[in-house]
């Protein structure tokens, strides 16, 4: 991508509000609206219109009442507390738009770069030849580039030198931590604008921390910032003084598409509660295998679309956000999933983690936020 392209960021949002009847799918986070729905489930064919007339009646009728117990053609029980109706046709679809123009601010869109659409737009989705007209599926809405890059630091566990010299009261992990927050403080001090130290919630995991850090500048000052703090780095995780070795990377990533749920703030990404957590996919490809087929289908090799579908609503999905390397000699990618009730929610968010690993491909854990700037 040319760093001199003037770059914008198209949110797409849905269209017209009539053309969402259906039952949304109670596990799904989303509030399904039709983009939503035609960017996470293409090639399906279309339910039957009178089944889901029938599932709106349904959605909307009151006390159920008992079937009558003699098997005869006789009146049915009286219903349990208080007694009501089926709705009529009308009183439905007059709740439903209700319902409709209360979530009207509040739907999921996608956020992509514009030099980057024609990559990253999933696969079957094309976008209108006329962007504002009114009954279109996609609504499109340019708006200021934010002007921000970020940095992830990988950093794998830490191995002793010397096994027999190793002091059987020190904890690896609270050394690993307590470089993370050096390092921490190194990047703030080079004028990152926000730095995170994402702590793994699993046991003796590939990856224990993760830096993250926040650039709010252009990308030739990104890069100034990236050649510092990599050199930084490597001066704070040297072997000989440190006496542990470790396996670690950092690059320069690009937010090349977002899925996020309104409020949305792109150039921040402080969390919002305290019970925030985060699920993290990273994968890596060699250079020239990342061409625009394999791009477009990220939904599904990432298992953002099957993570998007089929996290509990209680999880609070925030932003689910891919990053492609701007730097290193490989092609990365990172998923970096955000909720906003996960910690109190982790062992409902937590049984998706088998199913995204036994695809066998990249890896997968969950964080929390430990420190920041």
Known sequence: MDPNAPYRTHM????????????????????????????????????????????????????????????GAGPPA??????????????????????????GHGKDCFIIPQANLDRFLPDGVTLPREPRKSNNLINI????DPKIIVSFHLMGQLHPLNS?????????????????????????????????IFKNLEKDADYPYINYYV???PREEAGQFYTNNKMASHEALNASKLG???????DLYDEVATIARPPVDPAHKRPTTDYTGYIICIYQVFKGDDGEKFERNWLYWTGARMLYKNLPRNVGLKRLTLHKSATGPNVNYILLVECSHFLDNINQAANLLPVLRARICGYTGIFRIVESF
Request: proline content about 10%.
């Open 12 to 71: 797409l949002f849905p269209g017209r509000k009539d053309d969402d009847t259906s039952q949304p799918d109670p596990r799904r986070s989303s509030g399904s609206p039709s983009f939503m729905k035609a960017m996470m489930s293409w090639g399906k064919r279309p339910s039957d219109p009178r089944a889901q007339q029938a599932q709106e009646l349904a959605r909307y009728r009151g006390t159920p009442t008992r079937p009558p117990e003699s098997g």
């Open 164 to 196: 027999m010299l190793e002091n059987p009261m020190v904890n690896s992990l609270d050394v690993h931590f307590n470089l993370s927050r050096n390092l921490l403080k190194c990047a703030q001090d080079l004028s990152a604008g926000e730095g995170y």
């Open 141 to 144: 809405l340019e708006v200021d």
């Open 215 to 217: 650039i709010n500048k």
């Open 78 to 103: 009286p219903p349990r507390g208080r007694g009501r109706g089926p709705m009529t046709r009308e009183e439905a679809q007059r709740l439903r738009e209700e319902e409709l123009a209360g979530q």
């Open 244 to 250: 542990y070795s470790l396996a670690h990377s950092m």
